[in-house]
């Protein structure tokens, strides 16, 4: 399986999270490690997100920057990794 590093800039809201989650695992990807910080005194949040699949990332990407509170998305790192389900 593959492993790509995303990183997502995104509104504050108590939904996004869960918005960003349920593309996540629609598109078919695993999430591995998941990082969310806010951004200072902004109402923007970083989320640093490792997922795997077999599938191409491009996917995953063409479909969160397509959310209504995603302001950025970018594709950081993509690796070969062995993970067992």
């Known amino acids: ?5 995303l990183a997502v ?4 809201r108590p939904e996004t999270l869960e918005r960003v989650l349920r593309v996540v695992r629609h598109r078919g990807f695993q ?4 990082n969310m910080v ?6 923007d ?3 640093e997100l490792t997922v795997a699949s077999l599938r ?17 998305v970018e594709i950081q790192q993509q690796t070969t990794q062995q993970i067992r389900a």
């Open 1 to 5: 399986m593959m492993q790509h590093q």
């Open 45 to 47: 949040i970083n989320i």
């Open 56 to 72: 191409p990332v491009e996917l995953l990407f063409s479909q969160l920057r397509k959310l209504v509170d995603v302001g950025r």
């Open 31 to 34: 999430v591995c490690s998941m």
């Open 9 to 12: 800039t995104a509104r504050f």
């Open 38 to 43: 806010t951004l200072g005194n902004t109402d």
